[in-house]
């Protein structure tokens, strides 16, 4: 029969090593960690348990490409390794978000959910947004094709002049 003393050790020992868990587990990332992650264009900053993500794009590419440059933006962030990486590094984060500007004017944003994806799913959007910025300019329907899978996987919305009423 173990000692009274010993079980409580027991006890404490194994409420300490959960509490230390469940710390890292909640921890959201610092500036330092989010930092340069999306490159150096990107400012990143928490907003709660949501990364969020500002992007500038090229005005050439808005005036050239038009609605469906303004809308693609978000998704090239989005569906990328360095957005898994943070839902896998800092389980605490609900969310990340990307709002994409030309001129300091927002076009678009989108919020993609940690859950929204699974490992086949996450693969699919890899492989769209690759075909994206490989070919997108030459077949933009590999543009289109991305900005309708950003639109059934995430919460989004465009600058009124590119949104289809």
Known sequence: MKSPTRRLSILL???????????????LPTADELSGLYGGDAE????GNVVDVQVSQDPAQI???????????????????????????????????VRTFADRVQLAEAMLRRDELNSVTWREANQRVAKARLEGTRSPGHLEVLVRYGEDHTEFEYAPRFRED
């Open 13 to 27: 020992s194994a409420a300490l090593g959960t509490s230390a868990c469940t710390i890292e587990a909640s921890r």
């Open 63 to 97: 005036r050239h490409g038009g609605t469906l440059w303004a809308k693609v933006g978000p998704y090239i962030f989005l569906f990328s390794p360095q957005t898994q990486e943070v839902f896998q590094r800092f389980p605490a984060v609900a969310a990340v978000r």
């Open 44 to 47: 990143l900053r928490m907003n």
